[in-house]
């Protein structure tokens, strides 16, 4: 089946420790987003990429980094200078190569905080 | 910041009424999306309107769009507790930006 599938659908971290969240699309898009969702709010994007070894700071970069080494993958790392990580993480991708258009979400990661 | 802001916030109707939800936006964009999401999931793409259309048509669904007015809005017809969701508006501002609004809980009560 074509997607974006994340992993793992549920994370818990410990002070201090970074976490990653796995994101895998064989759609074949060259971009791919990460956007937080707390409760009761909208989508903030954090970090997106529109080719590989390229990605660009969202509205909410701070405390977190990624990589695009390959098409398919986009991982997020949610670093302890993340004070605040409790959140609904979804990963996105796109036919085209800025954002915009039409996005394909997967089904999500909720890190929580121990 | 959030860009589009949806109301009502929640909304609770009877299977086979009408659902409208509305989106409004604060700066021009190159396009406006409306998404779904059930609980605790990803979002699902439902609808796009480019900014030089004023309304379109996907089955049960109609959009429309008032650039004048900075606004948009969603109609569910005929609606079935399936469509029992959030839904979001996204406004691409054509800079690399799409911002997401808060969403509108709707319940659909069978």
């Known amino acids: 089946d074509g997607g974006i599938t994340q992993s793992p659908k549920y994370l818990f971290r410990k002070e201090g420790q970074n976490v990653t969240l796995s994101c895998e699309q064989n759609l074949n898009h060259d971009a791919m987003y990460w956007y937080r969702q707390d409760p009761g709010q909208g989508l903030r994007l954090i970090y997106y990429?529109?080719?590989?070894?390229?990605?660009q700071k969202g509205d909410i970069a701070e405390g977190y980094s990624v990589s695009r080494e390959k098409k398919e993958s986009f991982p997020l790392t949610v670093t302890s200078a993340q004070k605040n990580p409790t959140a609904f993480y979804l990963c996105?991708?796109?036919?085209?190569?800025?954002?915009?258009?039409?996005?394909?979400f997967g089904s999500g990661t909720q890190l929580s905080v121990l | 910041s959030q860009q589009g802001e949806e109301d009502p916030q929640a909304l609770s109707i009877q299977e086979g009424e009408n659902a409208t939800m509305n989106c409004s936006y604060k700066?021009?964009?190159?396009?406006l999306q409306w998404y779904r999401q059930n609980s605790g999931r990803g979002l699902v793409h439902l609808i796009l309107?480019?900014?030089?259309?004023r309304e379109k048509h996907s089955g049960r669904l109609r959009v429309t769009l008032d650039t004048s007015k900075k606004s948009s809005s969603l109609l569910i017809t005929a609606s079935r507790a399936a469509d029992t969701a959030s839904y979001f508006c996204a406004t691409d501002l054509g800079n690399n930006d799409m911002r997401f609004g808060a969403g509108t809980r709707l319940t659909v009560k069978p």
């Open positions: 700066t021009s964009i190159n396009n």
């Open positions: 996105a991708s796109s036919d085209w190569p800025k954002l915009g258009e039409k996005l394909f």
């Open positions: 990429s529109q080719i590989v070894n390229d990605f």
């Open positions: 309107i480019r900014s030089n259309e």
